[in-house]
């Protein structure tokens, strides 16, 4: 079955950096868009970065371009998130996520079918 | 502020029907991009609750519909039961934005 396994969170200080991992099993990652989104604490959910199934098309939110990588490694079916420059406004859990794409009317657009766990990442002095 | 706008909360008796909506605008909604919902329920990752407007995932419960009219959308949930209590979240594509977002959230809380 569908599982991600996201590592990789802690606590860092102000300017440092973490490198988040989302181990997925049960599918090829390379068959699937796969975004990163993240929820602070008591907040909702905000959508940080996606990578198309081809890798030609990636995805930043405002808020962290510039900042934030994403990469795979196919071989390990693995997807990252490498963050740097870390700010207090990044603590949040982050989330990996599946996307099969919804097609409808000629066009598609992202849903997000399977979840991993998540994991916190903490920034503060 | 999020561009799609949800109720903060809604409540309803056990056996009620509730409704939560989603308000955006003719940039993702009304543009005719779809609406996916999704339920968290407390301490736990989302999970794809409709996609499509109101396609159900297998395992859904056929209480829980959706909707989509203009430049809004709508999650019904019918029978209301305590393990429906949880935050549940809207999301669309924005032209304008040129990438997909979610609602505010919206907590639900069974009386």
């Known amino acids: 079955q569908v599982q991600l396994v996201e590592s990789g969170g802690g606590l860092v200080k102000p300017g440092g950096s973490l490198r988040l991992s989302c181990a997925a099993s049960?599918?090829?990652?390379?068959?699937?868009?796969m975004s990163w989104i993240r929820q602070a604490p008591g907040k909702g959910l905000e959508w940080v970065s996606y990578i198309s199934s081809s890798g030609s098309t990636i995805y930043f939110a405002d808020s962290v371009k510039g900042r934030f990588t994403i990469s795979r490694d196919n071989a390990k079916n693995s997807l990252y998130l490498q963050m740097n420059s870390l700010r207090d406004e990044d603590t949040a859990v982050y989330y990996c996520?599946?996307?099969?794409?919804?097609?409808?009317?000629?066009?598609?657009?992202?849903?997000?079918?399977?979840w991993g766990q998540g994991t916190l990442v903490t920034v503060s002095s | 502020q999020s561009v799609l706008t949800q109720p903060p909360s809604v409540s309803g008796a056990p056996g009620q029907r509730v409704t939560i909506s989603c308000t955006g605008s003719?940039?993702?909604?009304?543009?005719?991009?779809?609406v996916h919902w999704y339920q968290q329920l407390p301490g736990t990752a989302p999970k794809l609750l409709i996609y499509?407007?109101?396609i159900r995932p297998s395992g859904v419960p056929d209480r829980f519909s959706g909707s989509k009219s203009g430049t809004s959308a709508s999650l019904a949930i019918t029978g209301l039961q305590a393990e429906d209590e949880a935050d549940y979240y809207c999301q669309s594509h924005d032209s304008s934005l040129r990438g997909s977002l979610f609602g505010g959230g919206t907590k639900l809380t069974v009386l």
């Open positions: 049960g599918f090829t990652l390379t068959d699937f868009y």
């Open positions: 499509g407007n109101s």
């Open positions: 003719s940039s993702n909604i009304g543009a005719g991009y779809d």
């Open positions: 996520a599946r996307d099969p794409r919804y097609c409808s009317g000629g066009s598609c657009q992202a849903v997000l079918d399977h």
